[in-house]
């Protein structure tokens, strides 16, 4: 979720050194490389420089060269430990309690090909991240107790971008103090899930309160809701700012809001979004997983306008009792509803005209335009019909269908009933 913060990335920490560290101090005389102890008696490399009765003290230390993996700024964690001049006697104004950290950019290590040490100081153009204070610091009752006060401070630089990597750089003005560990590290905002969308590890920006956009791409089985899908990383390595989600595509439901699972068997969902999985309806089922329709059983269909949870129907049986009334050339049939509907509310009827010439009811082509139906002859939602302008002494064949909303999906004909009728003379 936004707001994750992932463990920066380290490019340099001496406390995982297992040998010397050996960075450069100019002059000689100054930071000196010693094996000491940090406050939980762990053995440690450190720099300490302790010139504090000798005035104008201008004492440099170049660490090794440090890779910056193609990051635009870098945290550096500096522990250390400050002697209080005011329990170092006679040391007049020489003494201090800060030093000062640089950087300088380069794309290879200033030690590569020899060269005097003097060089790299004087034509180097190092540039001041800070002048570093203690917050506390220890007098020699202390020291001798092994109850050190240890500063820890972190500072930033950047944008860098004009070498591959860099060095630091301390310069002592006169303290007494030890270098305790070094970390040199940058802030990425870790890889996430968030909105069924992924978002890849991105590093922070050239500065502190930048933010770097990240591009999102739903996860598998996940469909874009709105676009562009982006997070925004800020400077500390989290995520803020959504925009844009995905949400998961038709028969996957989400879980944890992070994953989109098939509907398992019997189970489907027909639209994307954050709907969860229903049972297959009625006379309906998924014989897979990530259905997105569950398929009608035999003899079961879903009609043109039915829904995806609609049960599936059938079609209705035949109209029954079928009974006549012939009025010279016109006749009114009535019927009563078939037994079966099908379990649908959409029932209507059909009522085909048959002639039969010579009373021969084998062969009844069908009647012509000129007979009249009211109140029609198709989509009957009444179970009467009248028929008028037949044809006078002749023998006709009505056939009453029940019709619903599956009739067309069935391959057979619908359902029927049948009655024949006799015209009498034509009225005078």
Known sequence: ?????????????????????????????????????????????????????????????????????????????????????????????????????????????LTEGGGRATEYWTNAPFLKVDTIAADESFSQVDFGGRLMKVNTEVRSFGPLSRGRGFHLAFQDLGACMSLLAVRVFYKKCPSVVQNFAFFPETVTGAESTSLVIARGSCIANGEEVDVPIKLYCNGDGEWMVPIGSCSCKAGYQPDNANVCRACPQGTFKSFQGAGLCQQCPAHSLSTSEAATLCGCRNGYYRGDVDRPEDACTSVPSAPRNVVSVVNQTSVVLEWNPPRDTGHRGDLVYNVLCRRCPGGERRVCPSCDDSVAFSPGRRGLKVNRVEISRLRAHTAYAFDVQAINGVSNKSPYPAQQLSINITTNQAGK
């Open 1 to 109: 979720p936004a707001g994750k913060v992932q463990s920066p990335k380290t490019l340099m920490d001496t406390r995982t050194a297992t040998a010397e560290l050996g960075w450069i101090s100019f002059p000689a005389n100054g930071w000196e490389e010693v094996s000491g102890y940090d406050e939980n008696l762990n053995t440690i490399r450190t720099y300490q420089v302790c010139n504090v009765f000798e005035p104008s003290q201008n004492n440099w230390l170049l660490t090794t060269y440090v890779d910056r993996r193609g990051v635009q700024r870098v945290y550096v964690e500096i522990r250390f430990t400050v002697r209080d001049c005011a329990s170092i006697p006679s040391v007049l104004g020489s003494c201090k309690e800060t030093f000062n950290l640089y950087y300088l950019e380069t794309d290879r290590s």
